[in-house]
């Protein structure tokens, strides 16, 4: 396993490209075993996730090849398979398998993710979804069965009980060869979710209203790839970098962005008083003057994304006053907090708020990124530090962040990979 090793304090500068969404990406490689054809994905980000996606396609016979930035998949040859352990296991999205399998066959056996990064992460809202359009659901050893009835899954009338970004994508996927009609409602409205209707749209699938809170979905009986498609911008690797522009830049340009799905994040950066130019697909952040403490919280699209309030604390040390992140979707997201105060940060959690101070200056210090973002959090913390930061579990950050250490070079930052042993 690997760490990172950061030499904070270096002033950064220059420009960084974003990749394709995370987010998108994992629901749109399930998807692909909807198609009858090959699937050719463009923009895909170099990521963890990906690589183990493709492991689990290769389980059922569907090869997959990633050069570049393009990922071609062939389900022509598909075979049904069972999924009850091994790789499905390594990450949460892996869920999605159980839509897709029951939109192509009818029949999933799919394992869940075990441990719990960032708190409780139910699913009953997907089995609500797959039982209403006829499937029979059963946990079997950790594993969730799923079979429709004999004459197919067939569309029904859906209220999601909270907004769920991955109970309305796991029931589209279900639902797009259902006979008859679906509507959700309450549904999500993240860009992801658009991302995934249009893919699935060209597809020949009939999803109307993604980005609004209801869908309805003509079910078709089979669908077929025929354009590549390309993923949109990571919304949440934009956050990170502009944070860290914010933070530690002299002038940093974050290009391959679409600034409206940042609105609710950008909000909060110009509230802090950082000062951006917002181009057409990239955005210009200046070396950042005196800012002010502000209060976030996070709340389903298009309010403040929980994935970005991890990314920005880092910054809000940097605000006058005492700032306060509330995570209504995630409350438990906290596991950066301990991390933080071995490099001599001001932060406290209280009743599920966290509550962060102006820190003068942090030290560099050995820290685990426990998850994602709190892995976000700790390499943006240990570019402002003084001295050597060493952060472990790495993998965490690797999963998600497309070529990261490249692109932190690019900037000018002082980091690299090492193994562990060393
Ligand atoms: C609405 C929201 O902000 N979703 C975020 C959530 O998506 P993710 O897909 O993980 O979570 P969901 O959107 O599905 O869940 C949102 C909330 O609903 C709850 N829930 C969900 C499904 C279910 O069946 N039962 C249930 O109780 C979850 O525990 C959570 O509190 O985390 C992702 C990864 O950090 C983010 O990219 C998403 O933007
Ligand atoms: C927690 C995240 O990812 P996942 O849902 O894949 O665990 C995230 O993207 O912040």
């Given at each position: 396993m690997e760490k990172m090793l950061i030499h904070g304090g270096k002033r950064l500068s220059g420009e960084v490209t974003i990749g394709g969404a995370k987010n998108s990406t994992v629901a749109l490689i399930p998807a692909a075993i909807l198609s009858r054809a090959p699937v050719m994905l463009t923009g895909v980000p170099h990521i963890q996730d990906v690589y183990n996606l493709m492991s689990i396609l290769a389980e059922m016979n569907v090869t997959s090849d990633f050069s570049g930035n393009e990922l071609r998949i062939d389900p022509t040859d598909i075979v049904m398979a069972d999924l009850p352990s091994g790789k499905i296991?390594?990450?949460?999205?892996?869920?999605y398998f159980m839509g897709a399998l029951l939109g192509r066959f009818g029949h999933a056996v799919v394992g869940l993710p075990g441990g719990d990064d960032i708190g409780p992460r139910p699913i009953d809202q997907h089995i609500k979804g797959f039982e209403a359009l006829g499937a029979k659901v059963s946990d079997h050893n950790g594993a969730i069965v799923l079979n429709a009835p004999e004459e197919g899954l067939h569309g029904a009338h859906i209220f999601l009980d909270m907004v769920s970004v991955g109970a309305t994508i796991n029931i589209i996927l279900a639902a797009v060869t259902a006979h008859g009609q679906t509507v959700i409602e309450n549904v999500a409205r993240e860009p992801e979710i658009i991302d995934l209707a249009t893919y699935l749209n060209n597809m020949g699938a009939t999803i109307r209203g993604a980005g609004t809170d209801v869908i309805r979905i003509e079910g078709a009986s089979k669908l077929a790839a025929n354009n590549a498609h390309t993923i949109i911008p990571d919304r949440i690797e934009a956050g990170t970098y502009l944070s860290i522009a914010a933070a530690q830049g002299d002038g940093i340009l974050v290009k391959n962005i679409i600034a409206e799905h940042l609105d609710s994040f950008l909000a909060k950066l110009e509230e802090m008083g950082v000062v951006m130019d917002v181009g057409e697909d990239s955005i210009f952040v200046y070396p950042s003057g005196e800012l002010h403490g502000v209060t976030i919280k996070t709340a389903p699209y298009p309010g403040f994304a929980t994935d970005l309030q991890q990314p920005l604390t880092p910054l809000l040390m940097k605000a006058d006053g005492e700032a306060l992140v509330i995570d209504t979707i995630y409350p438990k997201r906290t596991r950066h907090v301990p991390e933080l105060l071995k490099m001599g940060a001001d932060i406290r959690v209280e009743d599920d708020h966290i509550k962060i101070n102006h820190s003068e200056q942090l030290t560099g210090a050995t820290v685990a990124a426990e998850e994602i973002r709190a892995g976000a959090c700790l390499m943006l913390a240990g570019l402002m530090a003084n001295g050597e930061t060493t952060i472990t579990k790495v993998d965490n950050i690797l999963r998600g962040y497309d070529r990261v250490v490249m692109k932190l070079q690019g900037l000018g930052a002082d980091v690299q990979l090492v193994d562990s042993a060393s």
């Open positions: 296991k390594s990450l949460r999205a892996s869920y």
